[in-house]
């Protein structure tokens, strides 16, 4: 069945769309307690996307469960839809198992919108993350196939036992998600 879409809040605020990484049978990292990334991307975007309705924007999923959805698509979806946003989540991992933190990126060639976008993500994840890693510039499919402002959120390492098991949490989930829902309001604010 095709999932039903919420009934829409006005468009005042803005349309945005989030893009829970992976899904289907991409399941993203696994990490160190046996969580699957695509699981802890889809709990937070369905939650950020919950709350940026209350708020007021126009909110669009590229996947509400687990299927997988190629890159191309993912950023199809903002540019059909002339969205103002386009938030990419996920978890990463790394070989040390003391990597840990989150991070907020941008293309390479982002201009200011995606830049004031990322600083206002990481300005708010700093508040509930444990390590700013910062704003950073790579090239990833979903941030340069996007005509409009894009930016993706690392919630923090499933390589890291610590931040694992609170990535798997559902109140760690829904504090990364009102941080990231206020961000996401703020540059709306803002433009």
Known sequence: AT????????????????????????PGALSVVGVREKDVN?????????????????VLLTRQDDRFIELNDRAQVANQ????????????????????????????????PSCAAAEELRRHLAEVGDRDRGVRRADYRVLVRTSCPAALVELGYLSN???????????????????ISRAVVAYLRSR
């Open 3 to 26: 999932p039903v879409e919420p009934p829409r809040a006005p468009a005042g605020l803005g349309r945005v769309v989030i893009d829970p990484g992976h899904g289907g049978q991409d």
């Open 161 to 179: 036992y610590v931040e694992a098991a609170r990535l798997q949490t559902e109140g760690y989930q829904e504090e990364l998600a009102e941080a």
């Open 42 to 58: 889809l709990a937070v975007a369905l939650a950020v996307a919950r709350r940026l309705r209350q708020a007021g924007a126009e």
């Open 81 to 112: 839809r002339k969205a103002d946003l386009f938030v990419s989540i996920h978890a990463d991992s790394a070989a040390d198992p003391a990597a840990a933190g989150f991070t907020v990126y941008v293309a390479r060639a982002a201009q200011g």
